[in-house]
């Protein structure tokens, strides 16, 4: 599913109905939301798409204009909503289209992953990609190692009301 929305509680709303409805992936998989910069990681989903590639259905597309448009609450709202795991993937290092969002989402994930581990969520949960558009390949790769370490980490159990 992909969703194309800013406002923070149309995005809980969003990713809990899904959720709730058991969305593309299974109890027993983790749940993972992927907020995509739609110039570059977006694309490049769309590009493991057109190639073919699979990767797992349990990641779930949020359509970002940037991935500095990302807002803390954003990622603390997916996890409240019932993720087990949340990336951000946005432009290449340099080549954002807004100048310097891909910056400021490397330095929010930075900071919340410290906040992250204070209220008892492993860190590793949260991460951040750079994925330009001609990288398909690297999308599904990073949406399957996002899905293996979050797996290992376990489901997150106090979410799932």
Same mark, same amino acid.
């Given at each position: 599913? $992909?969703?194309?929305? %800013?406002?923070?509680?149309?995005? *809980?709303?969003?990713?809990?109905?899904?959720?709730?409805? &058991? &969305?593309?992936?299974?109890?027993?998989?983790?749940?993972?939301?992927? +907020?995509?910069?739609?110039?570059?990681? %977006? @694309?490049?989903?769309?590009? @493991?798409?057109?190639?073919?590639?699979?990767?797992?259905?349990?990641?779930?597309?949020?359509?970002?204009?940037?991935?500095?448009?990302?807002?803390?609450?954003?990622? /603390? !709202?997916?996890?409240?909503? =019932? @993720?087990? &795991?949340? %990336?951000?993937?946005?432009?290449?290092?340099?080549?954002?289209?807004?100048?310097?969002?891909?910056?400021?989402? !490397?330095?929010?994930?930075? +900071?919340? !992953?410290?906040?992250?581990?204070?209220? =008892?969520?492993?860190?590793?949960?949260?991460?951040?990609?750079?994925?330009? *558009?001609?990288?398909? &390949? /690297? +999308?599904?790769? $990073?949406? !399957?190692?996002?899905?293996?370490?979050?797996? /290992?980490?376990? #489901? #997150?159990?106090?979410?799932?009301?």
């Amino acid at each position: 599913m $992909v969703v194309f929305s %800013y406002p923070i509680a149309l995005l *809980a709303e969003v990713v809990s109905v899904e959720f709730q409805n &058991g &969305g593309t992936s299974p109890v027993e998989e983790p749940r993972i939301i992927a +907020f995509c910069c739609m110039y570059c990681a %977006y @694309a490049a989903a769309d590009a @493991a798409g057109s190639m073919r590639l699979n990767y797992p259905p349990n990641v779930h597309i949020v359509l970002m204009p940037c991935s500095g448009r990302v807002d803390d609450l954003f990622i /603390l !709202k997916a996890f409240e909503s =019932g @993720a087990d &795991g949340v %990336y951000i993937a946005g432009c290449e290092e340099g080549s954002c289209h807004f100048v310097s969002g891909n910056l400021r989402a !490397k330095r929010r994930v930075f +900071f919340l !992953k410290r906040i992250l581990e204070e209220i =008892g969520i492993e860190p590793e949960r949260l991460e951040m990609f750079h994925i330009s *558009a001609s990288q398909g &390949g /690297l +999308f599904a790769r $990073v949406a !399957k190692e996002m899905t293996e370490k979050v797996r /290992l980490l376990g #489901i #997150i159990k106090w979410n799932k009301s």
